[in-house]
């Protein structure tokens, strides 16, 4: 018998739902359906928990591959939560934008922050302080869901900060501020090469 059969077989044998069961155990209801489904496998600590709530040996519960498989899985969920986080964070590191001398103020000046430029006109630096600002709650967004056992919002974060990261990095490069771009351009380098070994180690 699989683990996913086991866990129904042993759930209705208490005669619990799946949300009374994911209270027991201290989980979300859908962590409950998605293991009972045999859509994936509950973590290591989580095994534990369900060993000592109906009092059988987690050998009983799952089998040696299937340990495997979980332990598997339980990696890389634990990259896609790391890479969310890393990328969030370096969202919220956009806010330097706002204090940092990285603008340009014509030829022969010094670099500038944000709200020291004169020689463009206001739109545009309130064009850059939004950007900069929807960057930067997105980036608290993601850091608040990485910590939550949501995969896809952590997924639907991600693809907006990369796209955010671009949208910067090219509005930066049109208007002619290189320190900035660059700035922008080196977090978008730092957020591919999370997103590639997150889907490569995910294979």
Known sequence: MEFNEKLQELRKSKGLTQEELAKELYVSRT??????????????????????????????????????????????????????????????????????????????????????????????????AAVIGITVINGICAVVISHLDRPLWNRHRLITGVVLSVITVFLFIVTRQPYAGIMCFTILIVKGILMIYDRTTGK
Do not use: M, Q
């Not at 990285?102 to 010094?110: D, I, L, S």
């Open 31 to 128: 962590a409950i359906s998605k293991w009972e489904s045999g859509r994936g496998y509950p973590n290591i600590d989580s095994l534990k928990e369900i060993s000592r709530y109906f009092s059988v040996s987690i050998d009983e519960l799952i089998c040696p591959d299937e340990i495997i498989t979980a332990a598997e899985n339980e990696k890389h969920e634990t990259i896609k939560k790391y890479t969310a986080l890393i990328c969030g964070l370096l969202d919220i590191l956009t806010v330097l934008l706002l204090f940092l001398p990285v603008f340009g103020n014509g030829e022969n000046e010094a670099a500038v922050t944000l709200f020291g430029i004169s020689n463009i006109s206001l739109w545009i630096i309130i064009v850059y």
